[in-house]
């Protein structure tokens, strides 16, 4: 017997249960745009709002790590490796340079 797989219908998923799937990149974006909230607040607390930044990008890579691929939503973009190292290199180069500049006068 031929092998017929795409023959075969899937069943239709609704939105609602492909709008779940996103709740990955859900937190990471909300984690951003509060950083991006409390970095515009003044000039007091651009140094929190970017440590908030490269927290949330961090919770993304460990979402990325911990999540099977079907699971990650659109935080999957390349391969997972791909999709953690950038995630992590970026959080600890935010994260970094926000400690390390000098507060200013």
């Known amino acids: 017997m031929p092998n017929i797989w795409w023959l075969v219908p899937r069943?239709?998923?609704s939105a609602a249960t492909r709008s779940l799937r996103q709740w990955p990149?859900?937190?990471?974006?909300?984690?951003v745009l509060a950083g991006l909230v409390v970095?515009?607040?003044g000039e007091s607390t651009w140094r929190l709002?970017?440590?908030?930044?490269?927290a949330s990008?961090?919770?993304?890579?460990?979402?990325?790590?911990?999540?099977?691929?079907r699971d990650a939503g659109l935080l999957q973009v390349r391969s997972k490796a791909?999709?953690?190292?950038?995630?992590?290199v970026t959080?600890?180069?935010?994260i970094a340079l926000a400690i390390a500049v000098p507060e200013g006068r």
């Open 11 to 13: 069943p239709e998923t």
């Open 49 to 54: 709002g970017c440590l908030l930044i490269g």
């Open 39 to 41: 970095s515009l607040l």
């Open 25 to 31: 990149l859900l937190i990471v974006v909300i984690g």
């Open 91 to 94: 959080a600890a180069a935010i």
């Open 82 to 88: 791909f999709d953690v190292t950038v995630l992590a």
């Open 57 to 69: 990008l961090g919770i993304g890579a460990v979402e990325r790590i911990a999540l099977p691929t």
